[in-house]
């Protein structure tokens, strides 16, 4: 039996997608095949955190999911929202890549070296509200639009077509999108956390299934055999602890926060040794205000990754960071 694979028509949705599909069915011995799933952020216009956020992207590949028109659906990890979708499960976290934002600008430039007033594209309120804490001076732009035609507004980059509008000075975009669409020729600068902390869960994939096919399910139930068992064996393979425990650090953060997708809030957990470290920011909008705290726990385990999450939350909260921003944008 073929698995199909859930995914947004997007080149880099497709892309990632793809690489997800390759490694299950090297894992698990089955073919595989994938299944464009059209969502309403692929047909609506206009700004994202108007439109309620990159979780927009997400709904139609759950419903195809529960209607069993696909057997897994692959997302971007930051874009699905924090609370629970009754009757699917996250079932792999394969491990993640850059977690850092690009900056891909015209000449060359550096944030640094970008001239006062320049325009700076972005779609996310989050990097919206660091690049205006970095740089208060930059005109930062509202944008949509896939990968290339982002890039495509910045005049100069290595592979835009000759009628690209080059209105900007630069973009910034997450650089694992970039590498995986093979764009990172254009990258200017990497934007180390100390200066743009991600997107929980950037960088990251999520490959989602119905609860009863997913590991730990699916494999005990009695009489499980064939295709069903070989997809939860291999969901299982495919995923990374340290990756899961870091992203759902992240994502307790945003949860105990009770910020939508549009609230410019920033978070990176990662593993080293014994412990994991958790560090988090809120940004008022306009870059005025910033409030960043940071926490580590030996608690290795989902649980304790949890409540790392929300004892760094908790810190925020206690900074202000609710007084700054609206972080229920969107939600």
Same mark, same amino acid.
Do not use: W
């Given at each position: ?18 690489? @997800?599909?390759?490694? #299950?069915? &090297? !894992? ?5 095949? =994938?299944? /464009? +799933?059209?969502?309403?952020?692929? $047909? ?119 009628? @690209?509008?080059?209105? #900007?000075? &630069? !973009? ?5 999108? =970039?590498? /995986? +669409?093979?764009?990172?020729?254009? $990258? ?144």
């Amino acid at each position: 039996m073929t698995v199909r694979i859930g995914t947004r028509a997007s080149k880099l949705a497709l892309t990632q997608s793809q690489q @997800a599909a390759d490694q #299950l069915a &090297a !894992v698990g011995g089955f073919p595989v095949e =994938l299944v /464009r +799933i059209k969502t309403e952020g692929d $047909v609506r216009t206009g700004s994202l955190s108007q439109m309620g956020g990159s979780g927009v992207f997400v709904a139609a590949l759950r419903d195809a999911l529960l209607a069993n028109a696909c057997d897994v659906a692959v997302h971007s990890l930051k874009d699905l929202p924090t609370g629970a979708a009754p009757g699917l499960t996250i079932a792999a976290t394969p491990k993640r890549v850059d977690v850092r934002d690009a900056l891909c600008a015209r000449d060359g430039l550096k944030l640094s070296d970008l001239p006062e007033g320049a325009r700076v594209g972005t779609g996310s309120p989050r990097r919206a509200a660091q690049l205006r804490a970095a740089r208060p001076d930059l005109n930062v732009v509202d944008i949509r639009g896939n990968v290339d035609t982002r890039l495509g507004r910045v005049p100069g980059l290595a592979g835009n077509p000759e009628d @690209a509008p080059g209105d #900007l000075d &630069a !973009v910034v975009l997450a650089a694992a999108g =970039l590498d /995986r +669409i093979s764009r990172l020729d254009v $990258v200017t600068e990497f934007f180390e956390t100390d200066v743009m902390l991600p997107a929980p869960g950037q960088g990251s994939l999520a490959i989602e299934c119905r609860t009863a096919d997913a590991p730990g399910q699916a494999v005990s139930l009695e009489g499980s055999q064939g295709a069903q068992n070989a997809l939860a064996q291999a969901l299982a393979a495919l995923n990374d602890e340290d990756t899961r425990l870091a992203v759902t650090a992240e994502r307790a953060v945003l949860a105990r926060l009770e910020a939508g997708c549009a609230a410019p809030v920033g978070a990176y957990a990662y593993r080293k040794g014994s412990m994991l470290y958790l560090e988090a920011v809120v940004c008022a909008v306009d870059g005025s205000k910033t409030v960043r705290e940071k926490k580590a726990t030996d608690g290795l385990t989902e649980v304790g990754a949890t409540l790392l999450g929300i004892e760094v939350a908790e810190l925020l909260l206690a900074a202000g960071a609710a007084d700054i921003t609206d972080l229920a944008a969107s939600r």
